[in-house]
T-cell receptor, first 115, second 113 residues
Framework: GENVEQHPSTLSVQEGDSAVIKCTYS??????FPWYKQELGKRPQLIID?????GEKKDQRIAVTLNKTAKHFSLHITETQPEDSAVYFC??????????????FGQGTRLTINP | KAGVTQTPRYLIKTRGQQVTLSCSPI?????VSWYQQTPGQGLQFLFE???????NKGNFPGRFSGRQFSNSRSEMNVSTLELGDSALYLC????????????FGPGTRLTVT
């Protein structure tokens, strides 16, 4: 089955700097890669996603890149702000029948933005 | 639109008991997935339901079961509770077809003593 590895497990950056979180997946058939942000005591929140037919996607300060050949994808956050502090999870999902989706998550990265 | 809702939010049970958790998806969403979140194992997929049918299942023992009703609301049941079942149980809903985005509910925090 699919396996997703996420690095680093913790990341501390200065406010205003960039943060990068990387994930690798094992199943070459996976075609959907979302990223979730989870603040303490709250639900995981979908922040950006990418499908296998796209190499890069941006949404304001957040971007995700996908390298299908190497089977890895990354989250980039620029101009980090204190409210970006949270745990970030990557996930991967394979081909589905009428949306029968199974997300396999990485172990999470605890991102701390230092003022 | 209202988001995904889950009840109850907190639950304390003793070993050997059973528990039922409920999830109401976003209006119009017909797929409901369940996940277990623990500090040690992270987020793990339990199962996914669509049109009252389980279409996908994770690697959990048979003590974990679920169902979905005709209005897309879903319940999951854990029987013969063990201490290791203490976790945050999250459900997520999504449209079907080519829209994969899953949106999570606030979770039910289950503590087994």
């Amino acid at each position: 089955g699919e396996n997703v590895e996420q690095h680093p497990s913790t990341l501390s950056v200065q406010e205003g700097d960039s943060a990068v979180i990387k994930c690798t997946y094992s199943d070459s058939a996976s075609n959907y890669f979302p990223w979730y942000k989870q603040e303490l005591g709250k639900r995981p929140q979908l922040i950006i996603d990418i499908r296998s037919n796209v190499g890069e996607k941006k949404d304001q300060r957040i971007a995700v890149t996908l390298n299908k050949t190497a089977k890895h994808f990354s989250l980039h956050i620029t101009e980090t702000q204190p409210e970006d502090s949270a745990v970030y999870f990557c996930a991967a999902s394979g081909p589905s029948i009428q949306g029968a989706q199974k997300l396999v998550f990485g172990q999470g990265t605890r991102l701390t933005i230092n003022p | 639109k209202a988001g995904v809702t889950q009840t109850p939010r907190y639950l304390i049970k003793t070993r050997g008991q059973q528990v039922t958790l409920s999830c109401s998806p976003i209006s119009g969403h017909r797929s409901v997935s369940w996940y277990q979140q623990t500090p040690g194992q992270g987020l793990q997929f339990l199962f996914e339901y669509f049109s009252e049918t389980q279409r996908n299942k994770g690697n959990f023992p048979g003590r974990f079961s679920g169902r979905q009703f005709s209005n897309s609301r879903s319940e999951m049941n854990v029987s013969t509770l063990e201490l290791g079942d203490s976790a945050l149980y999250l459900c997520a809903s999504s449209l079907v077809g080519d829209r994969y985005e899953q949106y999570f509910g606030p979770g039910t925090r289950l503590t087994v003593t």
